[in-house]
């Protein structure tokens, strides 16, 4: 059964995304890629897209990051229906000199090097970069889109504790993202509600 009124695609959107505050935009130099600390799940499949990159990921990472590839993907897969495959393989964390645990991805700088490695070989940065990574703070739980306040409620500089941090709302916030992820056809028709029934009048 539906439970938000507005949809595209059957995706569902949850109004939350109008309302809920975030920062004036992503920037690992002030956060230094807190999100990526727990790693992430990408669809079964989209991990032979990574593997495919193998080698212009590992020429990217650096001294510390792990570069054998067959300790960057959890070894169980986990059934997951919000995945086209019906599975979703989860990036392995490492541990860095200083003894913090992050995704076997993200490198000292906090760059994610699938990211780095995408724009080196003169790919769109986010080709090669598993869907959620790209989308949060926003995730699509059950064929909704909404905010992911579980992930964000760990967070110290954009998460749902730091509302004196925040700037404007989580979709104005991500309008490349939501561009990306669901076109800019749906993009419109989620950005004409939003200004329709959250957007302050001038
Ligand atoms: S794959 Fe990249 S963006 Fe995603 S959690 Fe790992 S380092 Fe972060």
């Known amino acids: 059964m539906k439970e938000f009124p507005l949809e595209y695609n059957n995706l569902e959107i949850d109004p939350v995304i109008f309302t809920q505050g975030f920062v004036p935009g ?19 499949d989209f991990k032979t897209v990574v593997m495919k990159f193998e080698e212009e990921i590992k020429s990217v990472m650096d001294e510390n990051q792990i570069k054998n590839s067959s300790k960057w993907f959890e070894k169980e897969l986990e059934e997951d229906t919000d995945f086209p495959s019906g599975q979703a393989a989860g990036t392995e964390l490492y541990k860095t000199p200083s003894g913090h645990n992050q995704c076997v991805f993200k490198d000292k700088r906090s760059y994610c090097s699938i990211q780095v490695a995408a724009v080196k070989n003169n790919m769109h940065k986010w080709a090669i970069k598993p869907k959620y990574c790209i989308m949060y703070p926003l995730t699509i739980i059950d064929d909704v889109l909404t905010y992911d306040d579980d992930h964000s409620s760990k967070l110290s500089y954009c998460g749902i504790k730091h509302k004196q941090n925040f700037t404007q709302t989580v979709f104005e916030a991500m309008t490349e993202e939501i561009r990306f992820i669901i076109g800019e056809d749906g993009y419109n028709h989620l950005n004409d509600y939003f200004i329709k029934h959250y957007k302050p009048k001038a």
């Not at 992503?26 to 079964?44: F, I």
């Open 26 to 44: 992503c920037n690992v130099k002030t956060c230094r890629g807190e999100c990526c600390d727990w790693g992430v799940y990408m669809d079964r």
